[in-house]
């Protein structure tokens, strides 16, 4: 088969094309990559529209209690709460939540 | 005296990605019959998409499939910009038609893979998802993920591309396309293990194909000339578009469809970046979606055909999604029946069934 010798010459004498994960060599994410949501609790004013618009249910905003719960486990990572946050409060960073053996949702207490 | 036997191929068997169950009645080493059955994965996203809102259905659809997740969406989202009485701007419709051909090149390129894998030709297997790499990163680039791209909504599209993106994409596809040509189709044109492997393999022909309503590469590789596509959706009119045919029917024609196809792909990619006029993205969608109506796309295996039923709230009454797979299953039962046991799994594969999609 001649038209495989350039591949497989190229392959021999080329690094691996695979990364080892998750312990050297990782890719940076491009930017804009749609990873964990942040939230600034100064900037927030508990409106609720990112618990409204989430099509995973994973945000709850409680008036009451001046909370804000995440659960990064039921989160798709659509970016939709980002987008529609009148105050701008949250921000999406471009890695996403790290497995875990528990779990856990974040609770943010908003300041008045 | 032929010995009768029934064999069950899948639902878990190697060289199927996803779960479908085919009981194959042998005689010795020929298959005379064959039953497929289906429902191992059933998720519920019909009933599912009734109780979410019609905005929130979008991310939904996206995983209807996981490889052609951005078409579904698109479908979805047309469907629904029909019953709300928008129209997506003319930069969002090139954006939909980038995103949907990257989707088929990457499909295209997963199955490519799959069938070298199911041949047992490891290395062409490996170099041809080492390319589909570089569509994963354009994917991961434009919509800032690298399979559920999310960038469909109704009334648009989320993100736009930016001039230097676009030069970079230009920059990938190019490396892309030089990959193929040096990897996948020298290998898929000229290599005898192939050929002798899917050459006169699962014959369907061209009145066998329309009988059994047949869509996407299977019908196209016996010669049918259907592609949603023709229809001139998204941006599909202005970039222009041909169907890839091939007219032998069997599953070596089916899978030079799909290898023509990536190149074609590739191409309309090229041009909707070059064609895509200045303008904004996404337009404002006030109402609620009302009356019903039927949205219909090309995806990597064929037609999918969306009915969606609103009533004038914030849910919508009925969704019904039909995928091309199911369309395609009949087809086996023309197919496999006179082929040897062990060309069963490239047959079965030779159609792209993808059972999640299907059953939904």
Known sequence: MPWMFPTIMKNLFSRPATRRYPFKDIREPFPGYRGKIYLDPNKCDLCGDCARVCPADAIEVSLENRQWKYDPFKCIYCGTCVEVCPPQALRQDKYYAKPAAVKATETISVPV | ?360
Not at chain 2, 171 to 180: D, I
């Open chain 2, 1 to 360: 005296m032929a010995v009768r036997t029934v064999i069950p191929f899948g639902p878990q068997h190697p060289v199927l990605p996803e779960p479908v169950h085919l009981k194959l009645e042998l005689e010795d080493e020929r298959v005379v019959g064959v039953t497929p059955i289906l429902g191992y994965v059933h998720r519920g996203i019909e009933k599912a998409a009734e109780l979410n809102t019609f905005r929130q259905n979008t991310n939904l659809f996206d995983r209807v499939c996981g490889i052609c997740s951005f078409i579904h969406c698109q479908t979805y989202c047309q469907g629904v910009e029909v019953l709300t009485g928008v129209e997506a701007p003319p930069r969002a419709r090139f954006l939909r038609t980038f995103w949907g051909e990257l989707s088929r090149v990457h499909s295209h390129l997963l199955w490519l893979g799959l069938l070298a894998d199911c041949m047992g030709f490891e290395s062409l297997f490996m170099q041809i998802w080492r390319a589909r790499e570089i569509v994963l990163d354009i994917s991961e680039m434009t919509t800032g993920h690298r399979v559920i791209q999310a960038s469909s909504v109704v009334g648009g599209v989320r993100r736009d591309i930016n001039k230097d993106m676009v030069k970079e994409v230009e920059k990938r596809l190019v490396a892309l396309k030089e990959m193929l040509d040096n990897t996948m189709a020298p290998a898929l044109l000229h290599d005898a293990t192939i050929k002798r492997r899917a050459v006169g393999k699962g014959m369907l022909s061209k009145e066998q194909a329309e009988l059994l309503g047949a869509v996407g590469p299977t019908a196209r590789g016996s010669g049918v000339a259907i592609d949603v596509r023709q229809t001139g959706y998204a941006a599909y009119k202005e970039v222009g578009f041909e169907p890839v045919v091939e007219t032998a029917g069997d599953s070596y024609a089916r899978t030079v469809v799909r290898a023509r196809e990536t190149y074609q792909s590739i191409e309309i990619m090229r041009k909707a970046l070059a064609m895509m006029p200045e303008g904004e993205v996404l337009v404002r969608v006030d109402g609620y979606p009302e009356g019903e109506t039927v949205s219909r796309c090309e995806q990597p295996r064929g037609e999918v055909f969306y009915y969606l039923k609103g009533n004038g709230t914030n849910n919508l009454e009925r969704v019904k999604v039909r995928t091309p797979t199911f369309a395609n299953i009949p087809t086996y039962l023309v197919m496999l029946p006179g082929c040897e046991m062990a060309d069963v799994p490239i047959i079965t594969l030779s159609i792209d069934p993808c059972i999640s999609c299907t059953e939904r």
